[in-house]
């Protein structure tokens, strides 16, 4: 039963949050600047507060974390709840029902159910009701869960943005995928194992590099044999660039529709040639990782390597590279720390370099996105409405089950029948 008085203290505590950021002498302009700045994207000053109170970090600290240390006198009662809501939970859920103090959600991200209760009125959601989608925030507090906030709605009609929207959450943070959800995680890891395992018998070794131009092809001959095909020969496209050096790739960004651009075209796709290491992380998965023979070089030989410095502050500030790439690249060269210090002006041990470019991977196990997207029902689903969505010959008259996943498809694309008509079947 849900007590009364639990309400009104996470109200209280979301409360005095609300005037902490627009009060401490520290946070109240870092704060003001971030307004300001959402604002012209158009987000709404509610759903900006609470970004920026669970997602904004200064000084490698979370807002959580500052008003803790900066409240005083704060009741037991209170820091419990504060500590509860450092692990809040932002995804895109489905209405199941509309309940008599909240709702029953799936979460389309970690595909779990949860029964959230609101901490306002019910009233305030009318018009909401099963089949539509919300972009929201719960937390988990002595064995209940909460709704934090709704920033986003869509109407049932809108699934299709619905499942692209959490493609996309899944991207930025593949946590999200086994958040809360113990037996997702426990499926990933024991699938990183035996693709591992795969990964070895194909290459003999837990890495190889490539141009951008054939790594495509590499993956995608691991990929058949790792589903079960044969292991064909990829000794000729192993094919290295004539010269090693860093250079801006057009196509990299951090946009949605970018990221499902080069999903469809690949590496292959880009303009411009450069190296990509295709490496196999025991613990987190399978990295495509663009640049990472140039990055190894630069050790070798810092003063031939074109844009050195801004190719190790590609690696150190991309997200998207693991700690455990840079500690792989730093156990091959001993001068790996002086190299770094040296480019970047800087002076810090190998230890305080990780704590601060990948903090978020020594406090958190992140599997690669490319090993969770797999695993993740979102995101087949997107791929099988941008199936649905390209133009196919009809095949009326065949029985697809009469045909090999191995065959070629007939609908006459050229591909596989499991990586087109069959995927979804």
Do not use: W
Request: glycine residues 6%.
């Amino acid at each position: 039963m849900v007590i009364l008085e639990d309400l009104k203290e996470i109200n209280d505590v979301i409360k005095d949050l609300a005037e902490f950021v627009q009060n401490d002498s520290v946070v109240k302009p870092d704060f003001e600047e971030y307004i300001k700045t959402v604002g012209q994207s158009g987000m709404n000053y509610q759903s900006a507060c609470f970004t920026y109170i669970f997602e904004r970090k200064l000084d490698n600290k979370t807002i959580l974390a500052l008003f803790l240390e900066n409240t005083k006198k704060l009741p037991a009662s209170s820091k419990k709840i504060v500590k509860a809501l450092m692990n809040s939970i932002s995804s895109i859920f489905e209405i199941k029902r509309v309940l008599q103090n909240g709702f029953e959600f799936n979460n389309i991200i970690n595909e779990k159910n949860y029964n959230v209760i609101s901490l306002v009125k019910m009233t305030a959601f009318r018009g909401m009701g099963a089949g539509q989608y919300v972009v929201a925030r719960i937390f988990k507090f002595d064995n209940s869960y909460y709704l934090l906030e709704i920033s986003g709605v869509l109407p049932s009609s809108k699934r299709d943005d619905a499942l692209r929207y959490s493609v996309a959450k899944i991207i930025q943070n593949p946590e999200l995928v086994y958040l809360d959800n113990p037996e997702k995680q426990k499926e990933i890891e024991e699938n990183i194992e035996a693709i591992y395992n795969k990964f070895i018998e194909f290459f003999g070794k837990d890495e190889i590099v490539t141009t951008n131009k054939f790594a495509d092809d590499v993956i995608g001959m691991f990929n058949d044999f790792a589903e079960g095909g044969d292991k064909n020969d990829f000794s000729d496209k192993i094919v290295l660039p004539e010269e090693y050096k860093y250079f801006n790739v057009s196509e990299f960004n951090n946009s949605y529709d970018n990221f499902l651009e080069n999903s469809l075209g690949g590496f292959s796709s880009h303009k411009e040639v450069y190296d990509v290491g295709i490496v196999y992380d025991r613990e987190l998965g399978l990295y495509a990782v663009p640049f990472y023979e140039t990055f190894n070089k630069i050790f070798e030989m810092p003063e031939k390597i074109e844009n050195a410095k801004e190719c190790v502050e590609f690696f150190l500030n991309n997200d998207k590279f693991s700690a455990n790439i840079i500690k792989r690249v730093a156990e091959r060269h001993e001068n790996f720390t002086d190299v770094v210090n040296n480019l970047l002006g800087t002076k810090m041990t190998f230890e305080e370099l990780l704590e601060k470019y990948k903090s978020r991977y020594l406090e958190n196990k992140i599997f690669s996105s490319t090993t969770v997207l797999y695993k993740s029902k979102a995101f087949s689903k997107t791929l099988g409405i941008i199936e649905e969505e390209s133009e196919k010959p009809e095949l009326e008259g065949i029985d697809l089950k009469k045909i090999g996943r191995n065959d070629p498809c007939p609908c006459g694309s050229g591909k596989k029948f499991k990586k087109c008509c069959g995927a979804n079947l």
